[in-house]
Structures are given as structure tokens and as C-alpha cells.
């Protein structure tokens, strides 16, 4: 069954209930996996703090691709995307350089040698945490099934623009990640107790929920689908 948005599109078939009970089903799965190796692995709080640092770049990557299929019909916005695109890459690159060298300090006990690129930074804590990119690979999925369930499959990506777009992973950033610093701040205080740490995780997902719930694409919000998808 598809529904007809407000400019006559077909939408996709996946039912907007059943696609909001999946938000919130990936949010929990994208959080159990750093919650498994707490309980049984024995991480600890820096490779959570590198692994929540990652996860942004996962975000920014797949953003890029959100900018792109937005409005594919417009050559108005493709022009656009030509401008937003690099600047995005470069902006959110820095921002992430910044906060990334910001957890390796002081969760990852790596002594700041000046601003390394992202990927550079993700590959130190790679070779501290080993098991950081089995569990980045892991929530990256997650990512890609949320981006489809968020975007495309409710045919957003049509009725969004590119600079809507520009802006959604700086809001994740400063609401979960300012939160999850002091958090981890108080679980390095109590000396990291698996409780503490499941607490953490817990904090985590209870915003990520709500993010969800709240800050889905602007296209979607925007359509008639916008009251199912509030759960």
C-alpha cells in the first residue's frame, strides 16, 4: 500500500508505525553492540568514548550521501550540492579533528601532537582498540538501515534540500556528545565500574531515542506521515 504526499508522490510501501518502531529497534541494536562488550569483553570508557567519536564520522560519511540523492530532480539544489557538499566535508571534517583529539586526551591517554586529519585519529585509536572497527562496522549498518528507513523509504530524500540536510549531524553531536564527556568524566572519577559504564550506555541510548523520535528529516516531518512516526 503507498500513501500520497502532499504534492501527489508515491511513497514508498513500509508502514509509517512499523517504521518508526524500527527507529527505535535500530537505536537499540546500534547500542547493544558497545553494551556487549562491556558485560563481556571488558571495554572501557576510552574505547567507548572512541568508538561514540567514530560513530560521528559514520554519520558525516552517510550525510554526504543524504546531501546527494536530495532532491535529484531539482538543478537548482544540484547546483547547490556543488557548494554545500566540499564544505560540508571540510567543515565537519575540522569539527570532528577538534573533538576527536579532545577524547583521545583524555579518555585514550594519546598525547596531543597537534590536529590530526579524522582518519588519522580514527586509526590510532584503531590500533589502541582493536576491537574498535568490528563494532564501527557493526553500528555503521545500522546507520545505512536508519538512513533508508529516515529518508528514503518514505520518499523524504524528494522533498528535502541539501542544505536542510547540511546541518542534522552537528545537532547529534553537541546534544549526545557534550552529555556523554561529562558522563565520562564522572565514570573515570568512580575508576570505570562495569555499572557505571552500562550506566553510560544506558544515557546514551535513551538519547539517541529521542533524537530519533524528534529530529527525523525535515521532508518527513513535513508530510502526512509526520504524526506515525512520533511513535
Not at 598525547?111 to 555503521?140: C, H, K, N, Q
Request: include cysteine.
Amino acid at each position: 500500500m503507498s500513501v500520497a504526499a502532499g504534492q501527489g508522490d508515491e511513497l514508498p510501501s513500509l508502514e509509517p508505525r512499523t517504521r518508526g518502531r524500527l527507529g527505535g529497534i535500530l537505536v537499540v541494536v546500534a547500542n547493544a553492540i558497545p553494551l556487549v562488550g562491556v558485560l563481556w569483553w571488558g571495554w572501557d570508557v576510552g574505547l567507548l568514548m572512541a568508538l561514540f567519536w567514530a560513530e560521528n564520522l559514520v554519520l558525516g560519511a552517510i550525510n554526504v550521501g543524504r546531501m546527494l540523492v536530495a532532491s535529484p530532480g531539482s538543478v537548482g539544489h544540484w547546483a547547490m550540492k556543488l557548494f554545500l557538499v566540499p564544505f560540508f566535508c571540510v567543515h565537519f571534517g575540522m569539527f570532528t579533528a577538534g573533538h576527536g583529539l579532545f577524547v583521545a586526551a583524555l579518555f585514550a591517554g594519546v598525547e596531543p601532537g597537534g590536529l590530526d586529519m579524522p582518519w588519522v585519529l580514527l586509526s590510532r585509536f584503531a590500533e589502541i582498540y582493536p576491537a574498535l572497527p568490528l563494532a564501527l562496522a557493526g553500528i555503521t549498518l545500522v546507520h545505512l538501515v536508519h538512513t533508508w528507513v529516515d529518508l528514503i523509504s518514505n520518499g523524504a530524500y524528494r522533498r528535502v534540500g541539501p542544505n536542510a540536510l547540511m546541518f542534522q549531524p552537528y545537532g547529534r553531536i553537541v546534544v549526545l556528545h557534550v552529555t556523554l564527556i561529562f558522563g565520562g568524566f564522572m565514570v573515570q572519577g568512580l575508576g570505570a565500574p562495569v555499572a557505571a559504564l552500562v550506566l553510560l550506555l544506558v544515557l546514551k541510548t535513551a538519547i539517541d531515542l529521542g533524537l530519533w523520535v524528534f529530529g527525523g528529516t525535515q521532508g518527513a516531518r513535513d508530510s502526512r506521515l509526520a504524526d506515525p512516526l512520533r511513535l
